[in-house]
């Protein structure tokens, strides 16, 4: 039997081999039941995932099918929700009910939550635990976006008028029920959460104490209405592992755990990313192309209308430049620069926004920009003057696109700047202002910009 | 004495406030020294952090001096590395190694290792505990970028070969130097990693029974020279809050937890995002126009060559597009549409390399990114289609900007592919070639591009 310590030597990452799925599939085909169960007992529930991933969804099915539930429940979660769904629309109400109830509280409604309306009400009439239902249903009530739809009805907690000898029984039982325990909450007769009791206190405490002589009246809690983004933040920031959850009351509900503030955590930074690289909806690599597509050509869309913004623009200013032609030669150049400025800008906006650490008055933010831009373009600008000097021969043309660049870069990290700031403030997500809506606009008020300087300066 | 419980109840999170600050400020300039430690007693060291951030060095030096060692070393953790740095100028190297004597291993080496070197042997000169200084050196042979360097020293491990009683007095002892336990390891005589005791099993074991016959023989290890990022891959895919370190004879070094995992998967995905951005150090909204200035430069030099390259191009086809000028005007389109083609798709490859979920071979990708690019092109190209045919009133032109389109954002989304998976399989971050690297270069590669298949269609 291979141990995880042994796997580890050679490798810390499981990874799925062509043999080792040849491997399976051939067992799958063979039907040979017991050698299956017997492959499959080996690996921790995230790698069976990796591997029904490479399988069809027949076979992937006679797997979950084949296994136990208690293993299968938790292989289903890490599954993609795509290929989750599938799976499901194979399984019937009782088996799908029977993986529900191996799941924690805070899974199991994330599963059901899946399910179409009619599907979650054959799948809830299955499940035999009744109480579990009533939780289920509890949980099905939060927003995706608040604390209470991460939190997981699993915990362990004790009266504060209990002695250390019934708690440590009651533990015991409750413990049973929780994957990691983490802390123990203490709660008052209403159920109030009123503290905690560390393991370390408690592997150091006297068995003969009384819990309201012992907990440590002090303890992080989250309003289960509270934004999910704000409980990464508090959980981030004061190195919690588990945070519990309350209502407006203080009555304790449950708890959220660190893995899941991973996951948001995570997918917060790659939304962030995607949105900067002008893609609108979570999608993967591997998804279809159909998928892709639907992400990816609304902002493709938009900067087709600022390309043709950009085009008539240039048509107004045709007649001006007649004898200046070399000066559009500038506008991929001027747009350019406006379109990288202000994703910069906004970039380091947008991220501060994210980690809560962008003080003072939008006023303070935009003057630094300035300052900021300004040096930037001056110093680039010196460049592109004497680059056009050198081969144009004619200062005043030089002169003209080189204080063009310096003030299209200005403005450029002006609105880059306050476009998240302003979008903030109205409560608006500011990472759909990064990326190709600041490169549009920034392209076309560049060009608008640089051909209105250069005019002035040619005296045209 | 307020708690955390009726604090959170308003706001989970601390807010620093100018009213805050004005109190801190006049209490540090009364010099009333006891009011000032009340006041910070109250606060959560990642809170008082907040507050020095807003103070001058002065002062910011003072409170330090002032609180507790125990304290204020948590609180200097918390802090900016710059901010850091500033005070520990300010600090005796006594004082130093009385900061360091209260840090947990990893944040005592992070300290050390910011200080110059002829500062560190005064600081460990300092310290009195012999084997925190033996602790401290081992942890500073590791680089930035492996597991030791993220790894403490204080854990609890038992030897198999001890009883249930033997392991829970040593036990204690550990726990009180372990902020939090995690899990128990087991290791053999020699102190090779064999398993681990879960804090669950311990609640439930008869406390008469031999570790040997209680442990678990099954626990994930990393080396000590894995790469953080994979660490940080491994702890989220097996959802661990801890991971014991190992070195080469499988011997226990330290353990890694959490929250400096969460901090490692949160730098990674903002720096990717920056570097999306064209931004290319580590920077924040707060930090100096010198400092953003020199991580936001470099990219806009590219853009400028990238620009006068397209300048030059334009010049060479000047002489065959004399009667077609307009084309010119659409040099800001096809480059903005090669640019923003090129991020998506570079975007979607970076995001699942980081991810460690993109399969298939290369040739499959830029099969896949070619027939996407293709849908895309083809859709965008019949809008741009009829709004040239509608303002030029010649089908010829239309057809030649509009192929030439189709063609540029294939090509496009060929270059965003391959060239992160090519940095890759050379073992180069492909993050790099996000943003305005791909920007760039596709610029270019778009207007050559274009201006030869409208040469071509036009018959010039």
């Given at each position: 039997m291979r141990t995880y310590v042994e796997e580890k030597n050679d490798n810390i990452q499981f990874q799925v081999s062509d043999i080792l799925i040849k491997?399976?599939?051939?067992?799958?085909?063979?039907?040979?039941?017991?050698?299956?169960?017997?492959?499959?007992?080996?690996?921790?529930?995230?790698?069976?995932?990796?591997?029904?991933?490479?399988?069809?969804?027949?076979q992937a099915t006679y797997v979950i099918k084949l296994l136990d539930s208690e293993l299968t429940s938790d292989v289903l979660m890490e599954l993609d929700e795509d290929d989750r769904e599938k799976i499901l629309e194979n399984?019937?109400?009782?088996?799908?009910?029977?993986?529900?109830?191996?799941?924690?509280?805070?899974?199991?409604?994330?599963?059901?939550?899946?399910?179409?309306?009619?599907?979650?009400?054959?799948?809830?009439?299955?499940?035999?635990?009744?109480e579990q239902v009533e939780v289920i249903k509890e949980l099905l009530?939060?927003?995706?976006?608040?604390?209470?739809?991460?939190?997981?009805?699993?915990?362990?907690?004790?009266?504060?008028?209990?002695?250390?000898?019934?708690?440590?029984?009651?533990?015991?039982?409750?413990?049973?029920?929780?994957?990691?325990?983490?802390?123990?909450?203490?709660?008052?007769?209403?159920?109030?959460?009123?503290?905690?009791?560390?393991?370390?206190?408690?592997?150091?405490?006297?068995?003969?104490?009384h819990?309201?002589?012992?907990?440590?009246?002090?303890v992080d809690s989250v309003n289960a209405n509270e934004d999910i983004e704000d409980v990464a933040r508090v959980m981030q920031k004061y190195d919690l592992e588990a945070i519990p959850v309350i209502d407006d009351e203080q009555v304790l509900l449950g708890r959220i755990t660190i893995d899941d503030i991973v996951d948001v955590i995570k997918e917060e930074a790659e939304k962030d990313y995607q949105l900067a690289a002008g893609i609108t909806q979570d999608v993967e690599a591997d998804d279809s192309i159909i998928e892709l597509t639907r992400a990816r050509l609304p902002w493709l869309f938009l900067g087709l209308i600022g390309g043709v913004g950009a085009?008539?623009?240039?048509?107004?200013?045709?007649?001006?430049?007649?004898?200046?032609?070399?000066?559009?030669?500038?506008?991929?150049?001027?747009?350019?620069?406006?379109?990288?400025?202000?994703?910069?800008?906004?970039?380091?906006?947008?991220?501060?926004?994210?980690?809560?650490?962008?003080?003072?008055?939008?006023?303070?933010?935009?003057?630094k920009e300035m300052m900021l831009a300004a040096l930037n373009g001056i110093i680039l600008a010196m460049f592109l003057f004497l680059f056009v000097w050198a081969y144009e021969k004619e200062v005043l043309k030089a002169l003209a696109i080189s204080v063009s660049?310096?003030?299209?870069?200005?403005?450029?990290?002006?609105?880059?700047?306050?476009?998240?700031?302003?979008?903030?403030?109205?409560?608006?997500?500011?990472?759909?202002?990064?990326?190709?809506?600041?490169?549009?606009?920034?392209?076309?008020?560049?060009?608008?910009?640089?051909?209105?300087?250069?005019?002035?300066?040619?005296?045209?």
């Open positions: 491997k399976v599939v051939h067992l799958i085909k063979s039907k040979n039941d017991t050698a299956t169960l017997d492959f499959f007992g080996e690996y921790h529930h995230a790698d069976i995932a990796e591997i029904l991933d490479e399988l069809n969804l027949e399984l019937s109400a009782k088996e799908i009910a029977e993986e529900i109830d191996e799941l924690d509280s805070d899974d199991a409604a994330d599963m059901i939550a899946e399910l179409s309306e009619k599907r979650q009400e054959d799948v809830i009439a299955h499940i035999e635990n009744l009530t939060y927003d995706d976006d608040v604390a209470g739809s991460l939190m997981a009805k699993e915990l362990v907690s004790v009266n504060e008028n209990w002695t250390v000898t019934r708690c440590v029984k009651e533990m015991r039982e409750q413990a049973e029920n929780v994957t990691r325990v983490h802390s123990i909450y203490v709660t008052d007769n209403d159920d109030r959460l009123i503290g905690r009791l560390s393991l370390k206190d408690l592997l150091m405490a006297s068995p003969k104490a819990i309201s002589s012992v907990y440590i009246p002090k085009f008539l623009i240039m048509v107004g200013f045709e007649g001006s430049f007649e004898e200046h032609a070399v000066l559009f030669f500038f506008t991929p150049l001027i747009a350019a620069m406006a379109g990288n400025v202000g994703v910069q800008s906004s970039a380091i906006i947008v991220q501060g926004l994210a980690n809560d650490d962008v003080k003072g008055s939008i006023n303070n933010r935009l003057i660049l310096v003030v299209v870069i200005i403005v450029a990290g002006l609105i880059g700047t306050f476009v998240p700031l302003f979008l903030n403030k109205r409560g608006i997500d500011p990472a759909i202002a990064t990326g190709p809506f600041i490169t549009t606009s920034n392209d076309i008020f560049g060009i608008l910009i640089y051909f209105w300087i250069a005019k002035t300066i040619l005296g045209i």
